[in-house]
C-alpha cells in the first residue's frame, strides 16, 4: 500500500490538534507552580548563556525542555502561550505513531489505534503544565519511527543518525535514559563478541550516537562539578526516599522544603514527616547540592542495609504507583486517581498477555522489537528502583503501545466459531 504524504496523514488528525489547543486554553494557568518555576528558571538560565550556577550548580533535570522554550523565554512569551507548544508536540507525536502503525496495520486499523493514543487522559493532564512530558513523547514516537524504518529498509545512514538524535535528546530531557542507553549500549557490545550481526551492529551506532548527542552536556556538568559522567543531582535524595523505613510512607519523593516547614502540601501527617526526617534533612543545610546528593544516597544505602524488607515493599509500592499512581505517603485516594487507574487497567493486562506470547514464541519477535523491548524493560526497571510516578512512565508509553499492538497482530487470531445446527432433544 502506497503510504499517503505527511501533509495529507497531518489532516487525519487535526481534530487531536484543536482538542489539545482548547485543552490548554481552558485548563492551563499563567501562574507557574512546582517544577514549571525549575523548568521557567533552567529556561532564563540558558537565555542567560548558562544553565547551572557555577559557584553551587544544581542538575534537578536534564536541559532538553529548557532548552526548547528558551526562546519563547528570551521573548517573554507569556506562560499559556509557551504551554501550546505541548499540544503541537503531542500532535506531532500521533503523527509519527501514526506512520509507524502504517506499517504493520492496515490504515484504518492504525488510525483509530493512533486516536485511542493521542486521547490517553495522562497525556491530556500533564499537556497544560509546563512540564517536559509531551516533548518526551514527541521524541520517543519520533526515535521509535526512524530506528524501526532504519530496520525496515535497505541500509540507510539517514534513518539511523536521526534515530540516534531523537533517543540522544529523549535523554537530555529524562536523564533516567541516559543509564538505560548506557546499560543497553553495554548490553548489545558484548552480545556482539557472541554474535556478529549487521542488525547488532546498527542498534550500537544508535545507541553510541545518542550518547554523543549527550557529550556536550555530560563535559558541561563535569567542567562544574568535577564528577564524570554526572547526569543530575537529585537522583540521592530520589534514593533516601524510596529507602524510607518509617511506617505508613512509601517511597515516594518528597520535597525537603515541606519537611523543613518552607513549604505546604495538603499531606494529612505532615507533623510525622519532619520528626521522622527533619533532623537528618536540617544536617544537610549548608552543603553544596553536589555533596548534598552524595549525602542523600549514602543515608539511603544505609536504610536499604538496615531494613532490607521495608526497601523491598517500598520497591512493591513503588511499581504499583508507575502504572496506577497509588499509594503515596501521606496522601488519600482522590477520585482524580481513577483518570490513571482505569486506562491502565487495560493497559497492563494487554501488556501481560503480550509479554506472555513473546516469552513463548520468541523467535516470532524480530531483532527491533527486542532492542526497543530492552530499553522499555530497563527503564520501568530503573523507575521501579527510583521513583516510581505514572508521569515519569509517559515517555515509554508509544513503545508498550506498539509492542503490545505488533504481539497481538502476530500471534493472536480471533474468530468466532458457527455452532452446528443441530437440536438438543433433551431441552425440548
Wanted: aromatic content about 18%; proline content about 4%.
Amino acid at each position: 500500500m502506497k503510504k499517503k504524504s505527511l501533509s495529507k496523514d497531518a489532516i487525519l488528525f487535526l481534530p487531536l490538534l484543536a482538542l489539545y489547543i482548547i485543552v490548554i486554553l481552558v485548563f492551563a494557568s499563567s501562574d507557574l507552580v512546582g517544577d514549571e518555576l525549575r523548568h521557567m528558571r533552567y529556561a532564563e538560565n540558558i537565555t542567560n548563556g548558562y544553565y547551572a550556577e557555577a559557584d553551587n550548580p544544581e542538575f534537578r533535570n536534564g536541559p532538553g525542555y529548557p532548552f526548547v522554550i528558551s526562546p519563547a523565554v528570551f521573548f517573554k512569551v507569556p506562560n499559556t502561550s509557551i504551554k501550546l507548544l505541548n499540544a503541537f508536540f503531542l500532535f506531532f507525536a500521533v503523527l509519527f505513531f501514526y506512520r509507524t502503525m502504517l506499517s504493520y496495520l492496515d490504515r484504518t486499523s492504525a488510525i483509530a489505534i493512533s486516536y485511542f493514543f493521542g486521547l490517553y487522559p495522562v497525556f491530556l493532564k500533564w499537556m497544560v503544565y509546563l512540564h517536559s512530558e509531551a516533548l518526551a513523547i514527541f521524541l520517543s514516537c519520533g526515535f521509535i519511527y526512524f530506528f524501526l524504518k532504519s530496520n525496515r529498509q535497505s541500509y540507510k545512514n539517514f534513518n539511523l543518525v536521526l534515530s540516534a538524535f531523537f533517543l540522544g535528546v529523549l535523554a537530555l530531557t529524562k536523564i533516567i535514559f541516559g543509564y538505560v542507553i548506557l546499560a543497553t549500549l553495554f548490553f548489545y557490545v558484548v552480545g556482539y563478541f557472541f554474535k556478529k550481526s549487521k542488525k547488532i551492529q546498527r542498534g550500537i551506532i544508535v545507541l553510541a550516537g545518542s550518547l554523543a548527542v549527550c557529550i556536550p552536556y555530560l563535559f558541561y556538568t563535569y567542567h562544574l562539578t568535577g564528577k564524570p559522567f554526572l547526569w543530575g543531582t537529585g537522583g540521592g535524595e530520589i534514593l533516601y526516599w524510596r529507602s524510607t523505613p518509617y511506617a505508613d510512607e512509601y517511597g515516594n519523593w518528597i520535597n525537603s522544603d515541606i519537611v523543613l516547614g518552607k513549604e505546604e502540601h495538603d499531606y494529612i501527617y505532615s507533623e510525622a514527616l519532619k520528626k521522622n526526617h527533619g533532623d537528618f534533612i536540617r544536617s544537610l543545610q549548608g552543603y553544596t547540592y553536589v555533596q548534598k546528593d552524595s549525602l542523600f544516597k549514602k543515608k539511603a544505602i544505609e536504610n536499604m542495609r538496615q531494613y532490607p524488607i521495608k526497601y523491598l515493599e517500598n520497591t512493591v509500592d513503588s511499581a504499583l504507583r508507575l502504572f496506577f499512581n497509588y499509594p503515596y505517603s501521606y496522601t488519600p485516594q482522590k477520585t482524580s486517581s481513577y483518570v490513571y487507574i482505569l486506562p491502565n487497567m487495560f493497559l497492563v493486562v494487554f501488556l501481560i498477555s503480550s509479554l506472555f506470547l513473546a516469552i513463548r514464541y520468541p523467535y516470532a519477535i524480530p531483532f527491533e522489537i527486542r532492542f526497543l523491548g530492552l530499553i522499555t524493560l530497563l527503564f520501568v526497571g530503573g523507575l521501579t528502583l527510583l521513583d516510581g510516578k505514572i508521569r515519569h512512565l509517559v515517555p515509554i508509553i508509544p513503545i508498550l503501545v506498539f509492542f503490545i499492538v505488533f504481539v497481538h497482530k502476530k500471534l493472536v487470531i480471533l474468530e468466532i466459531k458457527h455452532p452446528s445446527k443441530t437440536v438438543d432433544t433433551d431441552s425440548l
